[in-house]
């Protein structure tokens, strides 16, 4: 039986053209700043964001968790929508090893907006924390891909500036939200202090994210990385399978966004689930369903389609680039002709 797997898009696996640049990747030691290729991972990265410096980490969690770490002082507040990848994901990181209290604000679509934070950035008695830091997830995962307006963004920024409170973007998939938005990753860029991406997602790179921000702040996460055991040695192979992605695989992205469409009118289709189309934007699609969602997954795991139960009524697929267009016209076929 064939086999479609729609749990996530970090299930990719690197092509042989990606593993032939891995092979043929010139290295060096990464601590004593030598390695050629990771050094040019790192600067291509500020040339599509726009930032001064850029550092190669070994997942979304360290970048995020070294912004936590420089941009907001211990036993201070970070705000951050309740559902965000930092707060569900990240093993409390944020807490345990930043030092910092979350403060989670509950909101339409992952989209914290000027009016929602303006009221907790007013600075309060010595006795009580302050928010220093807010951050938010573009795209937000738990929200199916949801895409930050820039304007929104525009605003939230003024604010955060205008009170001295840094402005941290979880952008792991932040190339499908430029797509999505039509919106450069470098516009997007200009309306934050700092700003990760993942290279092992949407991207297909086997490794790897990237952390960038202003010259002093990227100077001490090296610190803040080899800190938290990142310090990385001979990491051009690595380097060299984001370069590949970084030069070949955003263009694909946008087809991952027509698959996810095609999914979700298939899922409306069968009746298996219900979906806003209008708010299936990306590559992620979470549908709400009325039998238990784990009941879902199991019937659609006997025909060959994996995919994930979100929570007790929700079901999400996540396209990638190893699903082919035609194989999305496959498992939507499935998807309408099995009986649940």
């Given amino acids: 039986m064939k086999i479609y797997d729609l749990r996530s898009d970090t299930i990719t696996k690197p092509s042989l053209a990606m593993r032939k640049a891995m092979y043929d990747a010139e290295v060096g030691d990464d601590v004593y700043l030598e390695d050629p290729t990771v050094n040019k991972l790192q600067e291509m990265t500020v040339e599509i964001t726009g930032k001064k410096k850029a550092l190669f980490v ?145 991207l297909g790179s086997p490794f790897g994210s990237i952390l960038c921000g202003d010259e002093d702040f990227i100077n001490e996460a090296y610190s803040m990385r080899k800190l938290l055991g990142g310090g990385l040695r001979q990491s051009g192979i690595m380097a060299a399978a984001g370069i590949y992605a970084l030069e070949n695989n955003i263009s694909l992205l946008e087809e991952d966004h027509i698959k996810i469409k095609k999914l979700a009118n298939a899922v409306l289709e069968s009746g298996i689930g219900k979906v806003n189309l209008d708010e299936v934007e990306t590559n992620i699609l979470i549908f709400n369903t009325e039998k238990k969602a784990s009941d879902i997954v199991a019937k659609l795991d006997e025909v060959g389609i994996r995919c994930i139960a979100f929570d007790e009524y929700r079901v999400r697929f996540v396209s990638h680039l190893n699903i082919s267009m035609n194989e999305i016209d496959e498992v939507c076929d499935i998807i309408k002709k099995t009986k649940f």
């Fill in 58 to 202: 070994s997942s979304g969690t360290m970048g995020n968790l070294i912004s936590l770490m420089i941009l907001s002082k211990r036993n201070k507040q970070v705000l951050l929508d309740s559902e965000s990848h930092i707060i569900h994901y990240e093993l409390g990181g944020v807490s345990s090893i930043a030092g910092l209290m979350p403060l989670p604000i509950k909101t339409e679509r992952g989209f914290l907006t000027k009016e929602l934070i303006e009221n907790h950035l007013i600075q309060k008695k010595y006795d009580m924390s302050n928010v220093n830091m807010v951050s938010i997830e573009n795209t937000h995962n738990r929200y199916g891909g949801s895409v930050y307006p820039i304007h929104i963004l525009r605003d939230l920024y003024s604010l955060t500036k205008s009170k001295n409170v840094h402005l941290h973007i979880d952008g792991a998939r932040i190339f499908n939200a430029s797509i999505a938005s039509k919106t450069s990753v470098k516009d997007i860029a200009n309306n934050c202090d700092s700003i990760t991406f993942c290279l092992s997602k949407g």
